[in-house]
C-alpha cells in the first residue's frame, strides 16, 4: 500500500535562518507531488508541484522553492525565512498523472519568531 | 476567476444533531468537486462528485452535487464528536487535474 511521509511534524526558526522540509512517497511510482500551505481559517494555498524528477512549477512568487531529487522525495526549502512564512505545509500526492483525488502528508507546523 | 465557497465558515452543534454544510463553486469547464476532512493533521479523503442529482453515502455521511445550481452538500447525520474537525471542498481548475481551488472549509464542532 502507499503511504506518504512529512517531516518533522512541528519546527520553530528564527528570522532568516534557512528550512528544509522533507516529504518521501511509498509504494508508487511517478507520483506527482504538491506542496501546499494552510493559515488559519484558510484554504489550501498550493506552491509547488511536480510531475517529475527535476520538474518544478510554482503557483505562488515568494521566498520559498522546491525540489525533487528523486522520483518519490519532495523537499521544501527557504535560504532565509520570514516571519510570514509561518503556516501549516502539507505534502500532497496523486496516484497517476491525471488525478484530482490528493493524499495528504501529516503537515509540518513552521514557526518564524 | 475560478472560486469555491464554503458555508457556514464554523458550526457548533450538540452530538446526535444532523448537520448540512455547503460548497459552492465558479469554475470553468467542472469536471468534479471532492470533500476531505481535516481533523488535526492531514486531510483525509471523504467523496469525489461528478454528476448532478447521485448520492454518494459512506455511514453517516452523504453528499450530492447539483450541477444546475453549481454547489454541493455535505450532510452529517446523528452528528458525534468525532466527526469535530474542519471539513474542506475543492474543484480542480480548468487547465489541468493537477491543481485544486479550496474552499476555506467548515470548521464543525460537536458537543456532547
Known amino acids: 500500500s502507499q503511504t506518504i511521509h512529512q517531516w518533522p511534524a512541528t519546527l520553530v526558526q528564527p528570522v532568516g535562518s534557512p528550512l528544509s522540509l522533507e516529504c518521501t512517497v511509498e509504494g508508487t511510482s511517478n507520483p506527482n507531488l504538491y506542496w501546499y500551505r494552510q493559515a488559519a481559517g484558510r484554504g489550501l494555498q498550493l506552491l509547488f508541484y511536480?510531475?517529475?524528477?527535476?520538474?518544478i512549477s510554482s503557483e505562488v512568487p515568494q521566498n520559498l522553492s522546491a525540489s525533487r531529487p528523486q522520483d518519490r522525495q519532495f523537499i521544501l526549502s527557504s535560504k532565509k525565512l520570514l516571519l510570514s512564512d509561518s503556516g501549516f505545509y502539507l505534502c500532497?500526492?496523486?496516484?497517476?498523472?491525471?488525478?484530482?483525488?490528493?493524499?495528504f502528508g501529516s503537515g509540518t507546523q513552521l514557526s518564524v519568531l | 476567476e475560478d472560486k469555491v465557497v464554503q458555508s457556514p465558515l464554523s458550526l457548533v452543534v450538540h452530538e446526535g444533531d444532523t448537520v448540512t454544510l455547503n460548497c459552492s463553486y465558479e469554475v470553468t469547464n467542472f469536471r468534479s468537486l471532492l470533500w476531505y476532512k481535516q481533523e488535526k493533521k492531514a486531510p483525509t479523503f471523504l467523496f469525489m462528485l461528478t454528476s448532478s442529482g447521485i448520492e454518494k453515502k459512506s455511514g453517516r455521511l452523504s453528499s450530492i452535487l447539483d450541477k444546475k445550481e453549481l454547489f454541493s452538500i455535505l450532510n452529517i447525520t446523528a452528528t458525534q464528536t468525532g466527526d469535530s474537525a474542519i471539513y474542506l471542498c475543492a474543484v480542480p481548475t480548468m487547465d489541468s487535474n493537477y491543481q485544486l481551488i479550496w474552499g476555506a472549509g467548515t470548521k464543525l464542532i460537536i458537543k456532547p
Open positions: 511536480s510531475v517529475g524528477i527535476g520538474q
Open positions: 500532497a500526492w496523486t496516484p497517476t498523472r491525471v488525478s484530482s483525488k490528493l493524499f
